[in-house]
Each structure stands twice: as C-alpha cells, then as structure tokens.
C-alpha cells in the first residue's frame, strides 16, 4: 500500500558553455561550466512504501540497480536511516545519453522528494554532498536554482540570477557520444603529438588548460554572455562524427539563431534563440536525427507533496 507521495518536474539542462581544465590525480578534470535548466522535464513521483520498486516509462532504463533516481533514493536511505522504501514512477521525456542530464535530473528529483517527505528533513548542504557521489551534474539538478556557474568536478556551484526566457531548439542526433570517450579524445588532442584539426596548428602551440578570467557579471546578459558560449568538446566532437558537425552547422544558419552548441560531451546540439523559433522548421531531419523544441527556464518547479 501506498503512502505520501511527492512529485516534480524534472528538468533538463544545457551547458551554455564548458572548459575542460586541468586534469585530477584521481583521472578526473577540473571544469568551467555553465548550468542552465530547461523547461523539457521528465515527470518524477516519489510515494512511501514497504520496499523499493522503480517504475520508468517512455523508455528502457534497464535494471534499477544501474539507474541513478534508484540509487538516489537508496543512497538518501543509508544516510537518513530512513524511509523503508517507497515507490519511483518516471515518465521519460529527457532523450537518454545526449547531454542534457536526464538522468541526473531524475535523481535530484527523487532527493527533492524524499526531502519533501522527511518527518525531519537535512539540511540542503547534507544532500548536495550526497548528490555529489551520485554524479557530477547530480547536485545542479538538486538545486531550485535555473542558472548555475559550475566549477571544480561541475558540483562547486555558485547560483545565479536567471536569464529572462528564450526558445530553444535541441537536435538529437542518432549517434551518441559516450562521456569517458569525449573525454579520452580531447586529452589525446592536446598531447604534443596531436595537430589541431581546426587550424593545423601542432597542439604545443595551443595552451595546455583552455579557459580565462571570467567575469560574472557577463553572466546576467544574453548579449554578454553569447561571445563566452563555447564548448571544449565540441570540435574534437566533431572531428570524429561528421554528423553532429554537419548538424550545428545547419542550426548554426537558421533565422534569428543566436548561439549553437554542444550540449556537455554531446551529443545534443542546441540553438538559442533570440525570438520565437521559426515555423515551419526550416531544417530536415538528418539520418535519424530528431528535433525537440523547448526554451531555457526562469525558475526550477518546485516538488508537490500529494497525500
């Protein structure tokens, strides 16, 4: 039988922009990065029960035990000492693995639930940290916050002011990009060895940590921030799949298109724009690509408690 329930949207995010920094002695790099929500969400509801079952539809997440809404609200109970179990139910609308943090998304709404429903719930700062071991976009995605800067692993995050709203176009190509090989082609490219495909200049000559000083306050203004709107990954991205390259490309010319990029290590492409998205569509689908129309948020849904 069912308990309280609680329930949320569980919005997706871009990365407006992402330097790959200096690289960890535990394998991990250091990153700049900026967090903004959309408002394509997949729906999350959390409601207490004897045991744990997780319920996904829309799409095949396989066993529960590989899924991070499950192992949020496992790892909550290890730390919490609490509930018994409860029940997960997901309605899938994030696509899966293009860099829009669908998965990351689910768990911080269970955390945002579970939290919701605690007789004596812990602090913000507690759950981050746990957040934190669940994954590098996991404590964003906990946060009722739109716009975040994002440094250290991504989980340092110092919470801006929102952008006002603008659309956005996402591409989901058919190919996918796996994190750890985006992340092996980019550290291969900036070897000595390597050659910059871009400009055919060797790497030695390009610095070994991109980045520079960053102003925040280029942050409050989508007229500012457009010139900072970068994304490490992306030529190396699209260096080995012409078909992502070939895609932003072709976002890259549309009408009133204001900025093209990759979203995290890809494979989604992403177009902002800075008026309504033209209709019709200008761009035909590209070997199985698809298109998703959203806009970036001005504010994170807050969880409703359902008794």
Known sequence: MLGPSAAVAAQAKVNLFLHVLAQETSGY???????????????VRVSLRRGWTLECHGVDVGPPDDNLAYRAARLYQSERGWPDGCAIEIVKRIPVGGGLGGGSADAGAVLRCLRALDPTPPPLAAMLEWAARLGADVPVMTLEAPLALGVGRGDRLLVLPPLPPRP??????AVRVATRDAYTWLAHSR????????????????????????????????????PLMVNDFAPIVAERCAEIAAIAADMAGVPRACGTLLSGSGS????????????PWPLAPRAGAAFLATATADHVVGVRRIE
Do not use: Y
């Not at 990153?31 to 997949?42: Q, S, V």
């Not at 956005?168 to 190509?173: D, G, H, Q, Y």
């Open 191 to 226: 070897r000595p060895s390597a050659q910059d495909t871009l400009g055919g200049a060797p790497a030695a000559a390009r610095p070994a940590v991109p980045g520079r000083a960053l102003d925040v306050a280029q942050l409050a203004h989508w007229a500012s921030l457009g």
């Open 168 to 173: 956005v176009m996402l591409c989901i190509p």
């Open 29 to 43: 790099h250091q990153l700049e990065t900026l967090f903004c929500r959309l408002t394509l969400a997949d729906d």
């Open 268 to 279: 989604t492409v992403f177009t902002v724009f800075d008026g309504p998205i033209p209709e």
